[in-house]
């Protein structure tokens, strides 16, 4: 078929949807939890089923040759065999020709875990190669669905930028009546609905951009149906047919009530989101660039200064000694951008004694990148000289990166992407490397014509918006290549400035560095010299910076908080060393500082702290918090206890003197340790009842179910002295 006989079979289409036959049995998959059954109908593509529950999804709308062409579908059939994935999700393929257009095809892939309500899916264009996308780029329609029969709206918002903490943070937000009748257009990227019963549906997009900068978004209407739309860039005008995909979806079904599938949803991101999960095990990390930045601020040296065997090494053995399993050689490691080797003048046996040393304590090495620079002098540069960013069509300008060559700005949307990838495996396999944190990547920054974001034919702003769109889903594919070659890999984006890319794609393959050093000056409005002088408000050891750190909690209760790194300080004083180390093990599990300093006592708590912290950090990582009080306030109480194993952590925190009693919401295991000052006994219901003495801002833990604890037994006291 010719461009003019496909055009004109779209446009003699009849706008009635022919309706698929069901004569020839069910087509769909299941779990016992949740069913899918394929249609192709006009008003149910597919339906989601949970016992009694049931909820028809729309086909999705695209524009396509001029026109407006929903997918509804003729005969779909299955298009292969169900396929095992490494994380034990099942995918399963479906297919169908489009009823009112045979020369288009739709085909959906479904991944289904085997015991969570939450699954996977999204939808590939087949087509005849001179069919275009048309538009502007929001003509398209993802999914359709109706919430008429779940009045209880709220949407779970995940990239609100928050100056007071410069942290990225989450929002519940219920959603009233009248945004229904007012038609309003929500953000998520999590929608959910439920009703009296408690039965309840989620719906899900995964892609990244800070909020109110939404690529896509949940569009309400009067009758309270929810479709989910594009709103600008999600693809070309001009762009092929042929190939397209949509974005991952997720829809969920339960009857426990919203946050019962919050519950559900957080299990589901931690073990079934990703096929690598590497990135969802609770390491400790270690990262060497609050040193160096103290070494600039405080001792007027260089940021890499401190870049050499002797000081790593000093800080690997006293990491060791605090049960640190993952240390972090930041900026400063490498030679040049672009080409990433090991610098020499730095380390003149390329990191070799460091490997070694690490090896020996069965610690791995992590490593700090620039996804988007490339020396003037790389050979990587020099290979991809074509994909430099362009703004306005001028090519973007060198700049210093952290006191080593000036770089170019590179395009990720380009085939430059690839280029990195293949760096980032050889960097990988020759240093022995399995962490990789990426910093630096803003949302927006290239409208080349010359890239994957567009071409002559497309506008500087299309080329702009499309590569903020393709962004974070090409970060996501560099990571699945490189993962692919190397499997056991963790990658992490820093995401501690605004106008990144954050949202549910990129945890999809990794996990997300979520706090550098929180507010700076300028956040307060406090004069400043921004070119000579430290801009970090929360640079010293003290409960302060824990406020900040721990105010992101929040997000545990749908993403687990160990998919959001942050680093706590170890420094002197115990108190200091207590409040930091209570507030890590709620599962951010990051630790920075001047190592070499602490004092042999300081280091010594810390590390059996952390000792105590591991046996229990699985169960930690598993349980979503039950948090008691406003963060900084007098208390603050985290409980992470597993209900399956009754292990996991209770920490109080308080900034007034006094005593504070809590009751703990789980049954937890009957055996325990606790810091000094702190009364543990059990209840006629088998809940802990902990009492604990402040006198001033401290903190207290209670680690449940880990070895050399005590047994409940009526009133008992801990006396462990050792640890203050």
């Known amino acids: ?264 949803y957080r299990r589901f991101v931690l073990e079934y989101m990703s096929l690598r999960r590497e990135s969802r095990r609770s390491y400790n990390f270690y990262n060497t660039w609050n040193f160096q930045e103290r070494n600039k601020w405080q001792s007027g040296k260089a940021y890499l200064d401190s870049m050499n065997p002797e000081r790593v090494l000093a800080e690997i053995d006293t990491a060791h000694r605090m049960e640190i399993e993952v240390f972090v050689l930041d900026t400063g490691w490498y030679e040049k951008t672009g080409d990433w080797q090991v610098s020499r003048a730095r380390f003149p046996d390329a990191l070799g004694e460091v490997k070694a040393r690490l090896r020996r304590y069965g610690m791995k090495l992590g490593l700090w990148f620039d996804p988007t620079a490339a020396a003037k002098s790389s050979g990587m540069l020099a290979r991809y000289r074509n994909c430099v960013q362009t703004v306005k069509g001028v090519e973007g300008k060198p700049r210093p990166i952290w006191e080593t060559e000036e770089s170019y700005p590179m395009c990720l949307a380009s085939p430059y992407s690839d280029g990195f990838a293949d760096a980032l495996i050889r960097v990988a396999r020759e240093t022995g490397a399995r962490y990789l944190k990426w910093d630096a990547i803003g949302q927006y920054g290239c409208d080349s014509p010359h890239h994957w974001h567009g071409n002559e034919s497309n506008t500087e702003e299309e080329r702009w918006n499309s590569y903020a769109f393709e962004l974070p889903l090409q970060m996501a594919r560099i990571v699945e290549k490189v993962s692919a070659a190397i499997p056991d890999l963790i990658v992490d984006f820093d995401i501690t400035e605004g106008r990144r890319a954050v949202g549910l794609s990129f945890l999809s393959v990794g996990k997300y560095f979520l706090i550098n050093n929180g507010p700076y000056k300028f956040n307060y409005d406090v004069p400043m010299d921004r070119e000579h002088e430290n801009w970090n408000l929360f640079f010293y050891p003290g409960p302060a910076r824990t406020w900040i750190c721990r105010s992101p909690l929040t997000y545990d209760k749908w993403i687990p908080s160990i998919l959001f790194l942050t680093h706590y300080l170890p420094d002197d004083p115990a108190s200091s060393q207590l409040v930091n180390v209570a507030s890590l093990i709620l599962g951010q599990n990051g630790i920075w500082g001047d190592l070499p300093r602490v004092s042999a006592e300081g280091v010594a708590l810390i590390g059996r702290l952390l000792a105590r912290y591991k046996q229990v950090r699985e169960d930690v990582t598993a349980s979503g918090a039950v948090t008691t009080g406003a963060v900084g306030g007098s208390p603050e109480i985290h409980e992470k206890i597993a209900a399956r194993t009754g292990r996991g952590v209770v920490a109080v925190f308080a900034t007034a003197r006094g005593v504070y009693t809590y009751v703990t919401t789980s049954r937890p295991a009957g055996t325990f340790w606790a810091t000094p000052g702190t009364t543990v ?44």
């Not at 942290?167 to 309003?184: H, K, N, Q």
């Not at 257009?185 to 009703?195: V, Y």
């Not at 006198?695 to 002295?721: C, H, P, Q, Y």
């Open 1 to 264: 078929m010719n461009r003019r006989d496909w055009v004109k079979s779209t446009l003699l289409a009849s706008s009635v949807f022919v309706e698929a036959s069901s004569a020839a049995g069910r087509l769909g998959c299941e779990n016992g939890l949740v069913s899918v059954e394929v249609a192709g109908l006009g008003s149910e593509l597919w339906t989601l089923t949970t016992g009694p529950s049931r909820f028809a999804f729309a086909p999705p709308t695209f524009a396509i040759d001029g026109r407006a062409v929903t997918a509804a579908l003729s005969s779909p059939k299955r298009e292969s065999e169900p396929r095992q994935l490494t994380n034990g999700v099942t995918e399963h393929r479906f297919s169908g020709q489009f009823a009112n257009c045979p020369a288009l095809s739709l085909e959906m892939i479904f991944r289904i875990a085997p015991d969570n309500p939450v699954l996977r899916f999204r939808y590939i264009l087949h087509a005849m190669p001179e069919a275009k996308m048309t538009g502007d780029g929001a003509q398209l329609r993802y999914l359709d669905t109706s919430f008429a029969a779940l009045p209880h709206c709220r949407q779970v918002q995940l990239s609100g930028f928050n100056d007071m903490l410069h942290s990225y943070t989450m929002a519940e937000l219920e959603v009233p009546e009248r945004s229904f009748a007012d038609g309003l257009a929500l953000t998520g990227p999590i929608l959910t609905g439920a009703d009296s019963e408690n039965r309840t549906l989620l719906v899900a997009y995964e892609h990244g951009a800070q909020i109110p900068d939404a690529f896509l978004q949940f569009k309400l209407d009067s009758t309270r149906r929810v479709s989910l739309q594009a709103t600008k860039a999600n693809y070309l005008p001009g762009q092929k047919v042929d190939g397209y995909s949509t974005v991952w979806m997720q829809a969920a079904a339960g009857h426990g009530g919203v946050d019962g599938l919050a519950g559900q």
């Open 681 to 724: 006994r059990y209840d006629e219901r088998g809940h802990a009842v902990i009492v604990v003495e402040f006198t001033g801002s401290d903190a207290a833990i209670v680690f449940f179910g880990v070895r050399n604890s005590r047994r409940a037994s009526g009133m008992l006291r801990n006396e462990v002295s050792e640890d203050r």
